[in-house]
């Protein structure tokens, strides 16, 4: 049993496709299914069920897989602190953000990072939490910036920031007229959300559940209609197809488009947070990377800056 026969196992696992698989592992398709059926030999039993147009992975396949996840995980991790115990901090650094983050903070955040670490390359992704995590479980990223609660007994986070809830709406609405919204004054307005997937939505609805559309079927006039992204969604407001609420550090830059108020107290707000595995070996690169997030200037945030003793788990 080799490294390369674990790492071929979980590609096939994860492509459901002996192609694919070999294309992710640079190698040839035959090389993969000779070394994956050496493997099958080897430990006497059958990992996939093959089928002319899928790939199964059986009952015992499932377990050895994930073990294999985690001992090339462990392996890769064993390398990395054996570059670091020699000064060698320039591995590629894999981040993840949730949509509704990621244009924000990343322009920024970016170019701190590397003053502290120049020599260190970012990959970024953007996705909804539930992919990133998943691949941060896998190895595939190593930091993962998303809105709480998360929680996961393998995964470490820290709160990054706070920041609240405004309402947006074009300059010309009744509602520009007031300082501060009530609640109140959001029945029968056309609302503009996010669509499912998105935890932002998930948080919205949960902080004004009776402007989602779903608690008003005895009111016809309360209406919701949903865009793909908040940019998209800050331009139908504009244009005068509803109003919408918005994370406070995305209208930074956007203010001659909408008209934007605060919410009534108690405000509701997201809290952004950093998550990590635990078993995690750069701490160095870790602390640096909290230090350049706490570094720069998030517009109408309250920033977090006690270093790693909120952690939760």
Known sequence: MTLNELKYIVAVAKYRHFRKASESCYVSQPTLSIAIKKLEDELSIT????????????????KIISLAESILLQSEQIKQLAKEEQGDHSGELRIGAIYTIAPYL???LIPAFHRLLPQIPLIVEENYTKQLMDKLH?????????????EDPAIETKILYEEPFVLAFPPDHPLSENK???IADLK??????????HCFRDQVVDAFPNIAGLQFERDQMQRTL?????????????????ITILPCSSINGHEELLAIRKIESPTPSRQVALAWRKSFP???????FIEAIQSIKIPC???????LTDVKT
Do not use: W
Request: glycine fraction near 10%; avoid cysteine.
């Open 106 to 108: 990343l322009p920024k």
């Open 226 to 242: 949903e865009g793909s992204s908040l940019e998209t969604i800050r331009f139908m407001v504009a244009s005068g197809a509803g």
């Open 301 to 307: 945030t309250m920033t977090i800056t006690n270093p």
């Open 138 to 150: 896998q190895g595939e990223l190593d930091f993962v910036i998303l809105s709480l609660p998360y």
């Open 180 to 182: 501060t919204i009530k």
């Open 282 to 288: 750069r701490q160095q690169v870790l602390n640096h």
């Open 47 to 62: 990992l996939f069920e093959r089928h002319r147009n899928d790939i199964l992975v059986t009952a015992i396949g499932e």
């Open 188 to 197: 029968n307005q056309t609302f503009l959300l996010l669509g499912a997937g």
